[in-house]
């Protein structure tokens, strides 16, 4: 029996938190990925932390420099691959001063990388949304594929209004364009580190170890494992 050729997955924001554990996944599981990254100056560095997580050894890894505000690049990017994995988004520690640095790269880059795929005949998307674009809209808990996240709402800081507007154009797009997608919300996703960067998430965490922050209010968020999520 000859052995089954490997499918390839692009894999979008492969040096960030959760794009290294997808990538980790899914070479475990034996596909190929590409992982897309702005430039390829740290490929080696975030390489050798994918590899680090073990079990990665059978699946071939390779990147592709392309930027989520431009179209150059993202038709070789995509170029033979079967499924797309769109991971990146811009995950800011603090408040930018103006919103379109977030709303836009959110919305313009989910909707390049969407037609990029359909242009590349993929066969599947899955995108990384957030429950920020369900969770603060007139819904309850638990909340299901009706609710959305008001723009309006005093709760909506610009990243909840990154990720609702992005998946609502996601959604739109896919209908209309027959492209198969899909989308997963996870809430505050912790977990070990793949290398040494520490993103925003586990940030708060080394913050709170260090003693950075001068006080501690009373409130509770949700929280899902990276591993759980790459899964």
Sequence with gaps: MNARTPELVVVTGIGGFVGRHVAATLLRQGYDVRGTVRTLARTQEIEQAIRGAGGTEAGQLTF??????????????????????????????????????????????????LKAARAAAVRRVVLTSSIAAAIYGDGSAPFTEENWSDPQSPFATPYYRSKTFAERAAWAYARESGLELAVINPSMILGPLLGGEVGTSVGVVRDLLRGKYPAMPKFSVPIVDVRDVAE
């Design 64 to 113: 592709a420099a392309v930027d989520l505000l431009g179209d150059k690049g993202w038709p070789d990017a995509l170029s033979g691959a079967v499924y797309v994995m769109h991971t990146a988004s811009p995950f800011p520690a603090s408040v930018p001063g103006e919103e379109a640095e977030l709303i836009e790269p959110a919305r313009s880059g989910t909707l390049r990388v």
